[in-house]
């Protein structure tokens, strides 16, 4: 399946929804981490317009999430 291109709006909210919390913003990226039992996840997401594929995959493999579970997550509001 392909990734859409996305508002950067978008893509917090859906890892929100996962459990990850926002932690700061610094300049042009925001920041959420999310803790499990066995690690700690930091995501990093550009503040711009709209996110390239490439930088959303960089952004999947940062949440440890997979892109069905990402695109549950974006279903749902």
Do not use: C, N, W
């Not at 950067?8 to 999310?34: C, N, T």
């Amino acid at each position: 399946m392909k990734l859409p291109i996305l508002s950067v709006k978008e893509i917090p909210k859906a890892l929100e929804r996962d459990g990850f919390k926002p932690i700061r913003q610094k300049g042009s990226h925001i920041s959420l981490y999310k803790k499990s039992i066995d690690k700690t996840y930091l995501v990093v997401v550009p503040d711009k317009k709209e996110v390239k594929r490439g930088t959303l995959l960089g952004i999947l493999k940062q949440a440890g999430m997979d892109r069905e579970r990402f695109f549950e997550l974006l279903k749902k509001k």
